[in-house]
């Protein structure tokens, strides 16, 4: 904006004559004091003139702060650092501090000896830049605070970036706004001048700008245009659809805002004018005249941070300075962002038609003389590639580097070497498939599609990357092309076609099915006049319209966004543009061939709000989350908080994730947070919805570990320290008859307690006290003066196991010890609990407790234990000492009686293979590294319910990753399962992949770790010295598969697919056909079976800590590379299992129905729609008035993008039964795709009064239609 920092009074070159502030000295005469209250009493009098028609005002207060000459002030703003701007009559700019001396004039003459500025009428400061008007040379001067040249835009006229007599000018996040005043709009452009649109200039005639002379923006982005011609402020929202307009003014000359309104300077009556942002007027102050508060020629006001306001006056040649009250508590902490804009980056000297960007990062432009391709780098020509013997129209580059050419005089594709040499081509003259006609551009897909914009035949072809048809789209295709010219993929392989004839871009799936259509001929916003080409990107699709010399941005729904760009030779307009290539999410990069020149722009986006902001309150903390943005320039969130309820938002993070935890808040207290994002060039968008929490006082953790040690007079205690933050000290208690007794408090983890009895029992309570003063739960422990000579209760071990970390959860259950523990003592010791726990390993002690003791008896107990996690962090086999403890009442006293134990702990990665089950701890499907990389494999196969090519496109995964099969050289499987006291290595699945090597069991349980973590079951399998395995296909044991049903077992039902995962590198097949021959050579000689799942009841899957670290993403194209064929082989054996038992039924009987039926409904779900197609239209020439039939013919066409036939199935299966009201919701939904929305309507409707539940069910297609529902 033009004036919104914190400012002071200045002057030019002269000292600031100030009204006097405070009450006269009282030694003062009478006169002295009169005369010192003058200037007040006498504007106090000018502005109680003003409000006779708003007596409710009259209080208002309006001081003069004081008053300077400075030349003819034409204009005024002020900098962050509180100098004043100046406009001066005789064509110069000038920059003072605030005493008055003069740092700096702008203007003077270019290195042509050219003016820099002729006649300046308005200025502007933001971002330590200052932007001037020039009315006389109709443009756009930017200087930098040092004052030199940076820039400058415009010329006279009235297209855009033109000018006549342009006067004032605003700033608004790098954004420009020019009051184009005989042109009747206000023009915006980029940082740098890039035309973006107008305001003002389009819509009924009482919304249109007629005179507008300056502006302003206010915090929630809304315009404010002073218009001479309206003798109004008109006010327009900021997407510039007007909004309303205010005042009656005589001559409106500047304008300005405070927190609470604006400020109007009114030159015809003298005035300055406040009104309310409603546009109520609220007061105003000034009048004609050479006194002060008055003036003579009232031209351009600024208003400071403080509140300040500044009016200059080129008459009185004065900068007068008041002081108005405003109303602090109006106004937003957040300014509105500006809009996305663009930013000319860089302008290549390059005559091209056509550009590219290759995998190197360099920009490739085909010459406009056909002759050579160049390779662009850093602004220069890298490289050369001729095409001898071509007439090139257009090129594109393949995933692979290589370069495919059309060639326009053969009308062929033809793709080239590195050095520009033919390597083979395809296509001819002609109409036929293959052929082209005017061909204008090409694609190549990310799976090697070439697609060919056959322009003269109307038409878009698809071809394999060895020139084989595939498909049309056009003509015959369904959809509708006149003069297909240009061509785009975006990331998705999503196809975008220019159609040139009809004025639209069509978009297409990656699998040719129509998504949406826009654009169309005409001049409006979104309409295109002679597009020429487009491109897309996640973010947007871009069409370079030469018709209205501009770049016009669509979201990805095809609605319109912004332009930019006008016709002109300047930089960053366009003469004759011809391609677009957009670089990344942000650059994007125009040919303009008649100017010779190449020009990049970088997009200056402003994200979204976040959405979905939640705070949750802790202990002196809050965590705050959010979603993260789909937009991919956000590179950051900005937080802000609001204390307690008090006014004003603080930045307090910025982080990286939608997440952030603040532990620097005050329990008791609520907090309002608010979260922003922020793009890669440092735009900040606008907060999201608040957030409030309000953080609870911290209670600490009991201490833990409390111990007693006791002598005869004395006890003393000790605890492990507790290391939470806002822990100020400990309490201890002693607890006798009634209630404990605070003995003394410490802020060291040790006390002790003296002048006690012997052979006395005493209990003592630790407690942790934070800063808030919350105490802990206390934590207790009994001790007894002095020991006695044998104790009353004795523990004895019986049996202590040894502890293998990677199995502890079985622990739980099973155990990992016996004692006995006797009764020394003559009386029975009734709830004696026995106690067990392990130093940091375990959170709490396990208890067992003995309801009744008798004397001189023993009980055995078997020692159960809960681990922690930090179980898992154990790295190497280490001692560890456990502690038993016995613990009862007596007399009302707490009596306890302990001791330790050592044994091994060996580290997570050890086991013996004792019992073979124990393996299945170490599969741990829910891991998030194997769930990334599972669900990414899984999401890229084809019809991915199909369990086998699921299993072999993951298996695939692993040899492309890299993984290996390495035999453990210290003890390798062979050994160490043949030695059940050996103690062996095993790796985590995740360490596997990470490490890119395993041992036969290690690749095993990686494998099925995958396999289950996409709920595919797995069996392991092992003969002496060899583990593989198998896993469950689904397949029909009783379908016909061929030499298929060789390789498989049956069990269970179900046929199961052994695999040899050594062979990890091979392909699926090769390790199939090993892991059956092993299979069949070891079945009934020692083969051994292991149900993972069965294994898991016993021995729990490990909780691994969380990791970074992820494998890099395998993508589908490089496995069908790697694999050719071989997926669709494992398709065809899982089809066959689906479909082979009703084929067989067919077969004897073709009329069949039932199975006829049946076969269509398999093929479809299997994803063969066209076999699908078929055999329902064979069992509805069986059964014509069956309407199940005809409603399943309708869904294979729709699944196949084939809606009007889909729409006539469905008609007729609703005409053979209309009570099935699914039978109407799919019409409604065969309607909508074919833009019918009135009968979609009407058949919705129809199903909604069948059945009123389906609204629910079908909510989405509801909610399309809901201004009908």
């Given at each position: 904006?033009?004036k919104?920092?914190?400012?002071?009074?200045?002057?030019?070159?002269?000292?600031?004559?100030?009204?006097?502030r405070?009450?006269?000295?009282?030694?003062?005469s009478?006169?002295?004091?009169?005369?010192s209250?003058m200037?007040?009493?006498?504007?106090?009098?000018a502005?109680?003139l003003?409000?006779?028609?708003?007596?409710?005002?009259?209080?208002?207060?309006?001081?003069?702060?004081?008053?300077?000459?400075?030349?003819?002030?034409?204009?005024?703003?002020?900098d962050?650092?509180?100098?004043v701007i100046t406009?001066?009559?005789?064509?110069?700019?000038?920059?003072?501090?605030?005493?008055g001396r003069?740092?700096?004039?702008?203007?003077?003459?270019d290195?042509?000896?050219?003016l820099?500025?002729?006649?300046?009428?308005?200025v502007a400061?933001?971002q330590?830049?200052?932007?001037v008007?020039?009315?006389?040379?109709?443009?756009?001067?930017?200087?930098?605070?040092?004052?030199?040249?940076?820039?400058r835009?415009?010329?006279?006229?009235?297209?855009?970036?033109e000018?006549?007599?342009?006067?004032?000018?605003a700033?608004?996040?790098?954004?420009?706004?020019?009051?184009d005043?005989d042109?009747?709009?206000?023009?915006?452009?980029?940082?740098?001048?890039?035309y973006?649109?107008?305001i003002?200039?389009e819509?009924?005639?009482?919304?249109?700008l007629?005179?507008?002379?300056?502006v302003?923006?206010?915090g929630?982005?809304?315009?404010f245009v002073?218009?001479?011609?309206?003798?109004?402020?008109?006010?327009?929202?900021?997407?510039?659809?007007?909004?309303?307009?205010?005042g009656?003014?005589?001559?409106?000359r500047?304008?300005?805002?405070?927190?609470?309104g604006?400020?109007v300077?009114?030159?015809?009556k003298?005035?300055v004018?406040?009104?309310?942002?409603?546009?109520?007027?609220?007061?105003?102050f000034?009048?004609?005249g050479?006194?002060?508060?008055?003036?003579?020629?009232?031209g351009?006001?600024?208003?400071?941070g403080?509140?300040?306001?500044?009016?200059a006056?080129?008459?009185?040649?004065?900068?007068?300075?008041?002081?108005?009250?405003t109303?602090?508590?109006s106004?937003?902490?957040?300014?509105a962002p500006?809009?996305?804009?663009?930013?000319?980056?860089k302008?290549l000297?390059v005559?091209a038609?056509q550009?590219?960007?290759?995998?190197?990062?360099?920009l490739?432009a085909?010459?406009?003389?056909?002759k050579?391709i160049?390779?662009?780098?850093d602004?220069r020509v890298?490289?050369?590639i001729?095409?001898?013997g071509?007439k090139?129209?257009?090129f594109?580059q393949?995933?692979?580097?290589?370069?495919?050419?059309l060639?326009h005089?053969?009308?062929?594709?033809?793709?080239l070497?590195?050095?520009?040499?033919?390597l083979?081509?395809?296509?001819?003259?002609?109409?036929?498939?293959?052929?082209?006609?005017?061909?204008k551009?090409?694609v190549?897909?990310k799976?090697?599609?070439?697609?060919?914009a056959d322009?003269g035949?109307?038409?878009?072809?698809?071809?394999n990357s060895?020139?084989?048809?595939?498909?049309t789209?056009?003509?015959?295709?369904?959809?509708?092309?006149?003069?297909?010219?240009a061509l785009s993929?975006d990331?998705?392989?999503s196809?975008?076609?220019?159609?040139e004839?009809?004025k639209?871009?069509?978009?297409?799936?990656?699998?040719?099915?129509?998504l949406?259509?826009?654009?169309g001929a005409?001049?409006?916003?979104?309409?295109?006049?002679?597009?020429v080409?487009?491109?897309?990107?996640?973010?947007e699709?871009?069409?370079?319209d030469?018709?209205?010399?501009?770049?016009k941005a669509?979201?990805t729904?095809?609605?319109f966004?912004r332009?930019?760009?006008?016709?002109?030779?300047?930089?960053?307009e366009?003469?004759r543009?011809t391609?677009?290539?957009?670089?990344?999410?942000?650059?994007?990069?125009?040919?303009?061939?008649?100017?010779?020149?190449i020009?990049?722009f970088?997009?200056?986006?402003t994200p979204?709000?976040p959405?979905?902001?939640s705070?949750?309150?802790?202990?002196r903390?809050?965590?705050?989350?959010w979603?993260?943005?789909?937009?991919?320039?956000?590179k950051?969130?900005r937080?802000?908080?609001?204390?307690?309820?008090?006014?004003?938002?603080e930045?307090?993070?910025?982080?990286?994730?939608p997440?952030?935890?603040?532990?620097?808040?005050?329990p008791?207290?609520?907090?309002?947070?608010r979260?922003t994002?922020v793009?890669k060039?440092?735009?900040?968008?606008?907060?999201g919805d608040?957030a409030?929490?309000?953080?609870?006082?911290?209670?600490?953790?009991a201490?833990?570990?409390?111990?007693?040690?006791?002598?005869p007079?004395?006890?003393?205690?000790?605890?492990?320290?507790?290391?939470e933050?806002?822990?100020?000290?400990?309490?201890?208690?002693?607890?006798?008859g009634?209630e404990?007794?605070?003995?003394?408090?410490?802020?060291?983890?040790?006390?002790?307690?003296v002048?006690l009895?012997?052979?006395?029992?005493?209990?003592?309570?630790?407690?942790?006290?934070?800063?808030?003063?919350?105490?802990?739960?206390?934590t207790?422990?009994?001790?007894?003066?002095?020991?006695?000579t044998?104790?009353p209760?004795?523990i004895?071990?019986?049996?202590m196991?040894?502890?293998?970390?990677?199995?502890?959860k079985?622990?739980?259950?099973?155990?990992?010890g016996?004692?006995?523990?006797?009764?020394?003592?003559?009386?029975?010791i009734?709830r004696l609990?026995?106690?067990?726990?392990?130093?940091?390993?375990?959170?709490?002690?396990s208890?067992?407790?003995?309801?009744?003791?008798?004397?001189?008896?023993?009980?055995?107990?078997a020692?159960?234990?809960v681990?922690?996690?930090n179980i898992?962090?154990?790295s190497?086999?280490t001692?560890?000492?456990?502690?038993?403890?016995?613990?009862?009442?007596?007399?009302?006293?707490?009596?306890?009686?302990?001791?330790?134990?050592?044994?091994?702990?060996y580290e997570?990665?050890?086991?013996i293979w004792d019992?073979?089950?124990?393996?299945a701890t170490?599969?741990?499907?829910?891991?998030?590294?194997?769930?990334?990389?599972?669900?990414?494999v899984?999401?890229?196969?084809?019809?991915?319910?199909?369990i086998?090519?699921?299993?072999?496109?993951?298996f695939?995964?692993l040899?492309?990753?890299?993984?290996?099969?390495v035999?453990?050289?210290?003890?390798?499987?062979q050994?160490?399962?043949?030695?059940?006291?050996?103690?062996?290595?095993?790796?985590y699945?995740?360490?596997?992949?990470?490490?890119?090597?395993g041992?036969?069991?290690?690749?095993?349980?990686?494998?099925?770790?995958?396999?289950e973590?996409?709920?595919?079951?797995?069996?392991?399998l092992?003969?002496?010295?060899?583990?593989?395995?198998?896993?469950?296909?689904?397949?029909?044991?009783?379908?016909?598969?061929?030499p298929?049903?060789?390789?498989?077992?049956?069990?269970?039902?179900?046929?199961?697919?052994?695999?040899?995962?050594t062979?990890?590198?091979?392909?699926?097949?090769t390790?199939?056909?090993s892991?059956?021959?092993?299979?069949?050579?070891?079945?009934?000689?020692?083969?051994?079976?292991?149900?993972?799942?069965?294994?898991?009841?016993?021995f729990k899957p490990?909780?691994?800590?969380?990791?970074?670290?992820?494998?890099?993403?395998?993508?589908?194209?490089d496995?069908?590379?790697?694999?050719?064929?071989?997926?669709?082989?494992?398709?065809?054996?899982?089809?066959q299992?689906a479909?082979?038992r009703y084929?067989?039924?067919?077969?004897?009987?073709p009329?069949?129905?039932?199975?006829?039926l049946?076969?269509?409904?398999?093929y479809?779900?299997?994803g063969?729609?066209?076999?699908?197609i078929?055999r329902?239209?064979?069992?509805?020439?069986?059964?014509?008035?069956?309407?199940?039939?005809?409603?399943?013919?309708?869904?294979?066409?729709?699944?196949?993008g084939?809606?009007?036939?889909?729409?006539?199935?469905?008609q007729?299966?609703?005409?053979?039964?209309?009570?099935?009201a699914?039978?109407?919701?799919?019409?409604a939904?065969?309607?909508?795709?074919?833009?019918?929305?009135?009968?979609?309507?009407?058949?919705f409707?129809r199903a909604?009064?069948?059945?009123?539940?389906l609204?629910?069910?079908?909510?989405?297609?509801?909610?399309?239609?809901a201004e009908n529902?």
């Amino acid at each position: 904006m033009r004036k919104f920092a914190t400012w002071s009074s200045v002057t030019d070159n002269c000292p600031i004559r100030r009204a006097p502030r405070d009450l006269p000295d009282a030694r003062q005469s009478k006169n002295d004091e009169w005369r010192s209250l003058m200037p007040r009493l006498y504007l106090a009098m000018a502005l109680l003139l003003s409000f006779v028609s708003a007596p409710a005002l009259a209080l208002q207060q309006v001081d003069l702060l004081g008053e300077v000459s400075c030349g003819t002030p034409l204009d005024v703003a002020l900098d962050e650092t509180g100098n004043v701007i100046t406009v001066q009559k005789g064509g110069t700019v000038v920059i003072a501090t605030a005493e008055g001396r003069t740092l700096r004039t702008l203007g003077g003459k270019d290195a042509a000896g050219k003016l820099l500025l002729k006649k300046p009428t308005g200025v502007a400061w933001a971002q330590g830049q200052t932007y001037v008007v020039d009315r006389s040379a109709g443009q756009v001067v930017i200087f930098s605070g040092e004052g030199s040249l940076l820039s400058r835009f415009g010329r006279r006229g009235s297209g855009p970036r033109e000018f006549d007599d342009p006067m004032g000018i605003a700033v608004h996040g790098g954004v420009i706004y020019v009051a184009d005043r005989d042109n009747g709009r206000v023009q915006v452009f980029g940082p740098n001048g890039v035309y973006l649109h107008s305001i003002g200039s389009e819509g009924p005639e009482e919304t249109l700008l007629k005179k507008p002379v300056d502006v302003a923006i206010d915090g929630r982005g809304f315009l404010f245009v002073a218009d001479g011609g309206h003798r109004r402020v008109m006010v327009y929202r900021p997407d510039g659809a007007f909004q309303q307009a205010i005042g009656e003014l005589g001559d409106p000359r500047a304008i300005d805002l405070v927190s609470d309104g604006l400020l109007v300077a009114d030159a015809k009556k003298a005035q300055v004018v406040k009104y309310s942002f409603e546009g109520e007027r609220l007061f105003s102050f000034g009048s004609k005249g050479k006194g002060r508060g008055q003036f003579l020629a009232l031209g351009g006001i600024a208003v400071g941070g403080d509140g300040q306001i500044y009016a200059a006056d080129s008459k009185r040649g004065t900068l007068q300075t008041f002081q108005v009250k405003t109303d602090s508590e109006s106004g937003d902490d957040f300014r509105a962002p500006p809009p996305t804009s663009e930013l000319l980056t860089k302008v290549l000297p390059v005559a091209a038609d056509q550009l590219a960007w290759d995998r190197q990062g360099r920009l490739l432009a085909l010459d406009r003389k056909g002759k050579k391709i160049l390779a662009l780098a850093d602004g220069r020509v890298e490289r050369e590639i001729p095409l001898a013997g071509f007439k090139p129209v257009a090129f594109t580059q393949d995933a692979a580097g290589n370069l495919w050419v059309l060639d326009h005089a053969k009308k062929q594709v033809v793709k080239l070497d590195d050095g520009g040499n033919s390597l083979f081509a395809f296509g001819s003259s002609g109409s036929r498939e293959g052929s082209f006609s005017w061909p204008k551009d090409l694609v190549v897909s990310k799976r090697g599609a070439v697609i060919v914009a056959d322009t003269g035949n109307g038409r878009v072809q698809i071809f394999n990357s060895d020139g084989l048809f595939l498909e049309t789209l056009g003509k015959d295709s369904g959809s509708i092309f006149e003069r297909p010219t240009a061509l785009s993929l975006d990331g998705r392989d999503s196809l975008y076609v220019l159609d040139e004839g009809r004025k639209v871009v069509s978009v297409f799936s990656a699998e040719g099915v129509p998504l949406l259509e826009f654009g169309g001929a005409g001049s409006g916003p979104g309409r295109l006049l002679d597009p020429v080409d487009v491109a897309a990107n996640g973010n947007e699709i871009f069409v370079l319209d030469a018709g209205s010399c501009s770049v016009k941005a669509f979201d990805t729904n095809g609605a319109f966004l912004r332009e930019f760009g006008s016709k002109g030779e300047q930089e960053g307009e366009f003469r004759r543009p011809t391609s677009l290539a957009l670089q990344s999410d942000l650059e994007l990069w125009v040919a303009d061939p008649e100017e010779e020149r190449i020009q990049g722009f970088t997009s200056l986006y402003t994200p979204a709000s976040p959405e979905n902001i939640s705070a949750r309150a802790g202990m002196r903390e809050v965590r705050l989350r959010w979603d993260n943005s789909p937009q991919t320039y956000v590179k950051a969130y900005r937080v802000y908080r609001s204390d307690f309820g008090q006014k004003g938002f603080e930045k307090i993070a910025e982080v990286y994730r939608p997440a952030y935890q603040d532990a620097q808040v005050k329990p008791g207290l609520t907090y309002t947070y608010r979260v922003t994002a922020v793009a890669k060039k440092g735009q900040e968008g606008p907060p999201g919805d608040e957030a409030r929490a309000k953080a609870t006082k911290f209670r600490p953790s009991a201490p833990r570990d409390v111990r007693a040690s006791a002598l005869p007079w004395e006890v003393a205690l000790s605890w492990r320290p507790n290391r939470e933050e806002f822990v100020d000290h400990y309490a201890v208690y002693r607890k006798g008859g009634g209630e404990p007794r605070l003995v003394g408090e410490t802020r060291e983890p040790s006390f002790v307690d003296v002048a006690l009895d012997p052979e006395t029992a005493y209990t003592f309570l630790v407690a942790a006290v934070s800063t808030d003063s919350e105490e802990s739960t206390r934590t207790a422990v009994t001790v007894t003066t002095p020991v006695a000579t044998r104790p009353p209760v004795e523990i004895y071990i019986l049996e202590m196991q040894d502890i293998f970390s990677s199995n502890y959860k079985i622990y739980e259950n099973e155990g990992i010890g016996l004692v006995r523990v006797t009764n020394n003592t003559s009386d029975h010791i009734s709830r004696l609990k026995v106690f067990f726990t392990i130093k940091d390993f375990m959170d709490f002690p396990s208890e067992v407790e003995i309801e009744d003791l008798p004397p001189a008896q023993g009980a055995d107990l078997a020692l159960r234990a809960v681990f922690n996690n930090n179980i898992l962090g154990v790295s190497e086999d280490t001692p560890v000492q456990t502690e038993i403890r016995a613990s009862y009442f007596r007399n009302g006293e707490d009596r306890t009686f302990s001791r330790h134990h050592t044994l091994n702990l060996y580290e997570k990665h050890r086991m013996i293979w004792d019992v073979e089950e124990r393996f299945a701890t170490f599969i741990n499907p829910k891991d998030p590294l194997l769930l990334d990389l599972s669900r990414g494999v899984a999401v890229q196969v084809p019809a991915a319910e199909q369990i086998l090519p699921l299993g072999g496109a993951l298996f695939e995964t692993l040899g492309l990753l890299g993984l290996t099969y390495v035999q453990d050289p210290s003890n390798p499987y062979q050994v160490a399962s043949g030695n059940t006291r050996m103690v062996d290595y095993v790796q985590y699945p995740r360490e596997t992949l990470e490490r890119r090597s395993g041992d036969c069991d290690d690749l095993v349980g990686l494998y099925c770790a995958l396999l289950e973590s996409l709920g595919i079951r797995t069996q392991v399998l092992a003969y002496p010295g060899h583990m593989f395995m198998m896993f469950d296909t689904g397949l029909d044991p009783d379908a016909d598969l061929g030499p298929a049903r060789g390789l498989l077992v049956e069990q269970a039902g179900t046929l199961w697919a052994p695999l040899e995962v050594t062979e990890v590198g091979a392909s699926f097949m090769t390790a199939w056909e090993s892991g059956s021959k092993a299979y069949r050579m070891w079945e009934g000689r020692g083969l051994t079976r292991m149900d993972i799942r069965q294994a898991w009841e016993r021995f729990k899957p490990a909780s691994l800590p969380p990791s970074e670290w992820r494998a890099d993403p395998v993508a589908w194209e490089d496995l069908e590379r790697e694999f050719p064929g071989e997926f669709k082989s494992l398709q065809k054996i899982v089809v066959q299992s689906a479909v082979s038992r009703y084929l067989a039924r067919v077969k004897e009987n073709p009329r069949d129905f039932e199975a006829l039926l049946q076969l269509g409904v398999k093929y479809a779900r299997q994803g063969e729609l066209g076999e699908a197609i078929k055999r329902f239209g064979e069992a509805a020439r069986l059964d014509p008035g069956n309407a199940a039939v005809k409603n399943n013919l309708g869904n294979a066409h729709f699944l196949a993008g084939d809606y009007r036939k889909a729409q006539k199935a469905y008609q007729e299966a609703a005409g053979l039964d209309a009570g099935d009201a699914r039978i109407w919701v799919n019409l409604a939904r065969a309607h909508l795709k074919l833009g019918s929305r009135k009968q979609a309507e009407d058949a919705f409707g129809r199903a909604e009064r069948l059945d009123p539940g389906l609204k629910v069910e079908y909510r989405t297609i509801a909610l399309e239609l809901a201004e009908n529902y």
